[in-house]
């Protein structure tokens, strides 16, 4: 099974790019890596996913080194609404078994 | 598509009592995944299902927890008898294949007494 490991929580100030980094040393070569946001009183919304090399959608970039042992979620100029908890994912193509969200890690955007 | 429908939106209840949680999936879905949120354990996955079969239900806690799916469109997560811990919020979440995203309904606000 291949857990990760995220910090608890990390503040920025408004307008910053904010990079969080999650460890996942057991990858396997199957696993893929989602990343989801949670608002508060709100379910788990996803992010993105990636395999490999850099992955960008119009919320966030993902990047992922050549040995995939971990990958950072980027989110450009961030303001007061992507205060929020992410959880990094690591789940393989067979089956849901492998997915396990953890506490994540907490965003706390300031003005 | 409306979402994932979850019903009810909160629960009080006392110790003792059975509690049912219900689900509508996103239509088209092939999977159904139930989770448990407190802020001592984060999101655990419960069980999930694959048209309408239970796959793994290794994070069902204990025997009073119980899930269904008698259909495509309707899951139930039934606690009997329900205790104080296991006060927290639920989540149903569906997606069309267990690799791709999830999405996840409001949440059942549980709190037993």
């Known amino acids: 099974l291949a857990k990760t490991t995220q910090p608890i929580s990390m503040d920025s100030y408004e307008g910053q790019e904010v990079n969080i980094t999650c460890s996942h040393n057991?990858?396997?070569?199957?696993?893929?890596i989602t990343w989801y946001q949670q608002f508060p009183s709100q379910g788990p919304r996803f992010i993105i996913q990636g395999y490999k090399t850099k992955v960008t959608n119009e919320v966030a970039s993902l990047f992922i080194p050549a040995d995939r042992k971990s990958s950072t979620l980027s989110l450009p100029r961030v303001s007061l609404s992507d205060t929020a908890v992410y959880y990094c994912?690591?789940?393989?193509?067979?089956?849901?078994?492998?997915?396990?969200f953890g506490t994540g890690t907490r965003l706390t955007v300031i003005p | 598509d409306a979402g994932v429908i979850q019903s009810p939106r909160h629960e009080v209840t006392e110790m003792g009592q059975e509690v049912t949680l219900r689900c509508k999936p996103i239509?088209?879905?092939?999977?159904l995944f139930w989770y448990r949120q407190t802020m001592m354990r984060g999101l655990e996955l419960l069980i999930y299902f694959n048209n309408n079969v239970p796959i793994d239900d290794s994070g069902m806690p204990e025997d009073r927890f119980s899930a269904k799916m008698p259909n495509a469109s309707f899951s139930t997560l039934k606690i009997q008898p329900s205790e104080p811990r296991d006060s927290a919020v639920y989540f149903c979440?569906?997606?069309?294949?267990?690799?791709?995203?999830?999405?996840f309904g409001p949440g059942t606000r549980l709190l037993v007494l």
């Open positions: 239509s088209g879905h092939d999977y």
């Open positions: 979440a569906s997606s069309y294949l267990a690799q791709e995203t999830q999405y």
């Open positions: 994912l690591v789940g393989d193509w067979t089956g849901a078994n492998n997915l396990f």
């Open positions: 057991n990858i396997a070569t199957n696993d893929y």
